[in-house]
């Protein structure tokens, strides 16, 4: 299994990005009715999720591990390019930002930091299987 791994490395890695595309032109096209969902919660309904909680705030550093950070650092490592790690770099600041700052759902109604760092991580991860498909 190891050998398998090592041997088709890079068409996992493709794959996962192509998972992580799909996610994030998913959001990007049902952008407008996610925001008018979070609009449509009351504050009563927001009690109910403590935004404060440390294990919420664990959930949100893991997800945001494997659907951002996680590509950033193989870009990083497979191109070895310094401007994909300055770009690295940036992004990772401002989705560790969102996931740091944008924790209660008023905030959430009110930024539009999630659907930038979409558009920007799908632009990313295009530009990361690209290079992959052409070396």
Do not use: H, Q
């Not at 799909?22 to 925001?35: A, D, M, P, S, T």
């Not at 403590?50 to 494997?66: A, E, Q, R």
């Not at 659907?67 to 770009?87: E, F, H, K, P, S």
């Amino acid at each position: 299994m190891e050998e398998y791994i090592r041997n088709n490395e890079e068409m996992i890695i493709i794959i996962y990005c192509f998972i992580i595309l799909w996610l994030n032109v998913g959001y990007l096209r049902e952008y407008k009715k996610i925001k008018r969902g979070l609009n449509e919660i009351s504050s009563v309904d927001e009690l109910e999720i403590n935004p404060y909680s440390m294990s919420l705030d664990i959930m949100v550093l893991i997800f945001n591990f494997f659907r951002r950070w996680l590509i950033y650092i193989l870009a990083v490592l497979m191109t070895g390019n310094v401007i994909v790690l300055v770009i690295s770099v940036i992004l990772f600041i401002v989705s560790l930002y969102d996931c740091l700052f944008n924790y209660s759902l008023e905030k959430l109604r009110e930024s539009r930091l999630l659907m930038y760092l979409a558009v920007a991580d799908t632009i990313y991860i295009s530009a990361f299987v690209f290079y992959l498909f052409t070396n």
